[in-house]
């Protein structure tokens, strides 16, 4: 087996910083934003292509840093390939986002389309249906809801939704289940 290598400086003060994090030090995490938040920064602009989205997901990215520093493992990664990781992994979550926001626009334009009938006619069938699935879904339990939108809303994993609400993966699974039948129910009955 490999020897560890020595550990820098850098890496010495990050890992510093990270421990002092980790027991709720605010002023070691600022540090910690300090030193790698520009380079997240760059990598989340890069990967999202505008700034405004790379720097929401830049605090998303020290939020999450923020709440599993007690988590990170200097085995596994350095501090600053940690961060980065995080960052990458939220960009990647906003991108699958935005483009499962975009194959429902599709679905809707689909919907919208004029098929038959008067148009009047059409718009109110829309808007009656919108309407029902709204209802549907505000009647759910909010753990069943926020999973649901997530899922089909969000364009999430049943892994990253149930790591977005630090539950079990059976739960979330369970949940989805649950509130999906629910859904069918309300909107059978409503037809």
């Not at 998303?60 to 995080?86: G, N």
């Not at 089909?152 to 993966?169: C, D, K, M, N, S």
């Amino acid at each position: 087996m490999d020897p560890a290598p020595p550990i820098d400086h850098d890496q010495s003060e990050d890992l510093h910083l990270l421990g002092r994090a980790a027991a709720g030090d605010r002023d070691a995490f600022a540090r910690l934003f300090d030193r790698h938040g520009s380079v997240a920064l760059g990598l989340l602009t890069r990967m999202l292509g505008e700034r405004s989205s790379a720097e929401e997901v830049l605090q998303e990215t020290f939020l999450q840093v923020w709440q599993q520093a007690r988590r990170y493992e200097p085995r596994l990664a350095r501090p600053r390939a940690w961060i980065l990781m995080i960052a990458r992994s939220r960009a990647l979550d906003r991108l699958r986002s935005q483009s499962a926001r975009e194959r429902r626009e599709e679905v809707v334009a689909r919907w919208e389309t004029p098929s038959s009938g008067p148009v009047g006619i059409r718009n109110l069938e829309q808007e009656e249906r919108r309407r029902a699935v709204a209802a549907a879904l505000d009647a759910l339990p909010a753990e069943q809801r926020q999973a649901i939108e997530l899922a089909f809303f969000g364009g999430l994993t049943h892994t990253q939704i149930a790591e977005r609400l630090a539950a079990p993966l059976g739960t979330v699974k369970s949940r989805i289940l649950l509130g999906m039948n629910k859904l069918r129910q309300s909107l059978a009955s409503h037809s």
